[in-house]
């Protein structure tokens, strides 16, 4: 399995930038995809994530209401769009897919795959 994180770069703050997370070797259709970040001197931080069989979506507190998580079957591809960017969004940007569990997976470890990251960089 392998997954391709694409889509950072440098946007000035308020700006939006979409992330894009394919997969090849395995389909999201019955995963759980999340979306994960690491600024230097941090932990790895929830951002999003997404049940592909139900549709249904989580986001951490410090994104609700600017980013939206969303996934294309057809595409085998899950998306992150990112709104009114800030400079603490400032990170490096990792997808991740493991097996979907009743309560989502908001914790690096549950992941069994891992793209090999996007920077993303706010300047304010």
């Known amino acids: 399995v392998q997954l391709q994180a694409y889509g950072g770069g440098l946007v000035r703050a308020g700006g939006f930038l979409r992330l894009s997370c394919a997969a090849s070797?395995?389909?999201?259709?019955?995963?759980?995809v999340g979306w994960f970040r690491q600024a230097p001197g941090k932990e790895r931080e929830f951002v999003a994530g997404?049940?592909?069989?139900?549709?249904?979506?989580y986001y951490g507190d410090s994104v609700k209401g600017r980013f939206t998580i969303s996934g294309d079957a057809n595409k085998n591809t899950v998306y992150l769009q990112m709104n009114n960017l800030k400079a603490e969004d400032t990170a490096v940007y990792y997808c991740?897919?493991?097996?979907?569990?009743?309560?989502?997976?908001?914790?690096?470890?549950?992941?069994?795959?891992w793209g090999q990251g996007t920077q993303v960089t706010v300047s304010s």
């Open positions: 070797g395995r389909t999201f259709s019955s995963s759980a």
């Open positions: 991740a897919t493991g097996n979907s569990r009743m309560v989502f997976n908001r914790t690096p470890g549950g992941y069994d795959y």
């Open positions: 997404i049940k592909c069989c139900s549709g249904s979506t």
